[in-house]
């Protein structure tokens, strides 16, 4: 077993379950009750969904590599990928973070804390493994 896939698979679950329910709730009901052009709305509504998506497979394949259900050859890619999208995703939340007109930007902007713990936990299961 490996404790790094599971710990990482365990914050990405945790982060899946979050963005469909307080996500939905707090993003996803306010953008689809608020007044814009129609194909905008619809098209935030598919990308929410596609996060959805990533970040369920992103927690299955780690929990899968944590119990070894995956060889270590066939994950190496996947798993780099995964490491990869989820350190993005924290370096650009930060950086808009950083240059928006929010005031106190990382009270609402928090998940970075949850991607770049998930890249990191990654990354040091493929390296130390």
């Not at 404790?3 to 996500?23: E, K, N, P, W």
């Not at 608020?34 to 992103?58: G, R």
């Not at 370096?91 to 991607?115: A, C, T, V």
């Amino acid at each position: 077993m490996n404790i790094y896939f599971l710990l990482a698979g365990i914050l990405a679950a945790l982060t899946s379950i979050g963005h469909l329910t307080y996500g939905k709730r707090r993003f996803l009901g306010p953008m689809q009750q608020a007044d814009f052009e129609p194909v905008a709305k619809t098209i935030m509504y598919c990308v929410f969904h596609y996060i959805s998506i990533f970040l369920l497979l992103s927690a299955l394949i780690l929990l899968a590599c944590a119990f070894e259900a995956v060889s270590q050859m066939q994950s190496f890619g996947m798993l780099a990928f995964i490491a990869l999208n989820f350190g993005l995703f924290a370096i650009w939340q930060l950086y808009i973070g950083l240059m928006s007109d929010l005031e106190r930007p990382f009270k609402h902007l928090f998940q970075w804390i949850l991607f770049l713990s998930i890249s990191i936990l990654t990354m040091l299961g493929v390296i130390l493994t």
